[in-house]
């Protein structure tokens, strides 16, 4: 584990933190990144374990509610309705993730798609910021049993790097009516059984191919992945309810147009 290791490491976690809970695709952006500065984990492993420092900050921050959650769900009904709300939208692409990941790994991890979904993204991130949707859920725990499925099932989308995870349950959650600000903090509570079950499915299938420095470098991301994470959770929810998602947007067409460039230029 050289210096010159760790210091991709440290880039990419940067990367990842700061792009998981917005809406322009933390895989997308780590595989382009890696790409670029030449850095190789085996199956694309260190991108998705050290996700489980973004995991552990969302948890942090929304600690009082997950325990405020719990204490009511025995007797609150709503409470309850909320809980099986994010399980019924994980449970899509946990099936499908479960099925599937290996082949999506194989086929689609590619920087040429990447760029092309970015873009694509960006422009429908612009079209659906800009259109003036009835809003009938200002609240997260208002959503019904049948809205928190389709947007388990906009979130298959995001199987495909570049797609975005949080970008695809945002935009579904708009489409059917949502706020910004709840769609953003619907896509947080997504997130954490979502990602727990990438980590837990790539720990699993990989663990035995990681060496002592792949490991080593792991570590090393999942704290900076963590800090970087912290900062975007506990800033983000105010900034699209005053600004909206059109600067994500943007930079999804840009990151989408250079990386276009530097394939062609550098391969």
């Given amino acids: 584990m050289d210096i010159a ?10 990367v990842e933190g700061a792009t998981e809970f917005i809406p322009v695709s933390s895989t997308g952006h780590q595989l382009l990144v890696g790409h670029f500065i030449g850095f ?3 199956n694309n492993t260190f991108e998705v374990l050290i996700q489980l420092g973004a995991i552990l900050a969302i948890v942090g921050v929304y600690f009082r509610q997950l325990l405020d959650l719990a204490r009511r769900a025995p007797s609150d009904p709503k409470a309850r ?5 994010v399980l019924i939208a994980f449970l899509p692409a946990a099936i499908v993730g479960g099925l599937f990941s290996k082949y999506i790994k194989f086929y689609l991890f590619n920087p040429w798609i990447i760029c092309a979904t970015l873009i ?3 422009l429908v991130l612009l079209v659906v910021d800009d259109t003036e949707i009835e809003q009938r859920y200002d609240d ?9 499925l389709k947007i388990g099932l906009f979130q298959c989308l995001a199987m495909i790097p570049g797609v975005s995870r949080s970008g695809a349950t945002i935009v579904g959650a708009m489409l059917m009516g949502s ?7 619907f896509s947080f509570y997504l997130a954490m059984p979502t ?19 792949d490991v080593g470098l792991i570590a090393i991301g999942f704290v900076v992945a963590f800090l970087s994470a912290l900062f975007v959770v506990r800033s983000l929810l105010g900034y699209v309810s005053r600004h909206g998602f059109a600067l994500f947007a943007w930079w999804r067409i840009i990151v989408g147009a250079l990386g276009f460039a530097g ?4 391969g």
């Fill in 5 to 14: 290791s760790i210091g991709k490491a440290v880039l990419l976690a940067l």
């Fill in 195 to 213: 990602m727990a079950g990438a980590f837990a499915k790539d720990l699993l299938d990989n663990y035995k191919n990681l060496s002592k420095d």
């Fill in 263 to 266: 394939l062609i230029i550098f």
């Fill in 140 to 148: 997260v725990h208002d959503y019904s049993l049948p809205m928190a």
């Fill in 179 to 185: 706020g910004k600000r709840a769609a953003t903090e």
């Fill in 81 to 85: 309705r909320f809980i099986l709300a």
């Fill in 40 to 42: 190789e984990s085996p």
């Fill in 120 to 122: 694509a993204g960006g």
